[in-house]
T-cell receptor
Framework: KAGVTQTPRYLIKTRGQQVTLSCSPI?????VSWYQQTPGQGLQFLFE???????NKGNFPGRFSGRQFSNSRSEMNVSTLELGDSALYLC?????????????FGPGTRLTVL | SQQGEEDPQALSIQEGENATMNCSYK?????LQWYRQNSGRGLVHLIL?????REKHSGRLRVTLDTSKKSSSLLITASRAADTASYFC???????????FGKGTSLLVTP
């Protein structure tokens, strides 16, 4: 099976712009989670989707949003970008989502905000 | 929010030696997982230990879990240069659907 794919891999934006990141889970996986990784804060949970429904959301401002499509692919959007949004954004998929399964991570999208 | 805290933050050993990393967490969990990340890439799942398990092995990896102390340890035996990476513990609180990661242990294995 193909692994989790994320596009684009690298992205450079300027403050105030918005960005959309895409994640394609492993075939058959219905849960998709998003994480933000920064040197200062480490890995932080953004949100999780299962069958197009958001089941859990981390402590991030409303500028961060996401959605999941019927084919389980997911997108996350960040509006009004700030310098502090520069990070590696990781997507992970699993069959049912925790607490039942391990998470399979994609390679990440590295976002740089100038 | 982060719940797992790894110790030490950095570890440097030579090939063939064993590496031990510890993780402490704060609230009750369903399971605890360990992941590896090679320099700025995605995370790779290593091992999952459920809250009712005390020890688990996978190849050169040995994980222990002490729920009374809210701690876990990851032992990598006979380390190799290819084991150089950051290692994260991730806890799955009973609320589910999210993993709480620690800040990781950076392991350097020199030939």
């Amino acid at each position: 099976k193909a692994g989790v794919t994320q596009t684009p891999r690298y992205l450079i934006k300027t403050r105030g712009q918005q960005v959309t990141l895409s994640c394609s889970p492993i075939s058959g996986h219905r849960s998709v989670s998003w994480y933000q990784q920064t040197p200062g804060q480490g890995l932080q949970f953004l949100f999780e989707y299962f069958s197009e429904t958001q089941r859990n959301k981390g402590n991030f401002p409303g500028r961060f949003s996401g959605r999941q499509f019927s084919n389980s692919r997911s997108e996350m959007n960040v509006s009004t970008l700030e310098l502090g949004d520069s990070a590696l954004y990781l997507c992970a998929s699993s069959q049912q989502g925790n607490p039942y399964n391990e998470q399979f991570f994609g390679p990440g999208t590295r976002l740089t905000v100038l | 929010s982060q719940q797992g805290e790894e110790d030490p933050q950095a570890l440097s050993i030579q090939e063939g030696e064993n590496a031990t990393m510890n993780c402490s967490y704060k609230t009750s969990i369903n399971n605890l997982q360990w992941y590896r990340q090679n320099s700025g890439r995605g995370l790779v799942h290593l091992i999952l230990i459920r809250s009712n398990e005390r020890e688990k092995h996978s190849g050169r990896l040995r994980v222990t879990l002490d729920t009374s102390k809210k701690s876990s340890s990851l032992l990598i035996t006979a380390s190799r240069a290819a084991d150089t990476a950051s290692y994260f513990c991730a806890t799955d609180p009973n609320s589910g659907y999210a993993l709480n990661f620690g800040k990781g242990t950076s392991l350097l294995v020199t030939p």
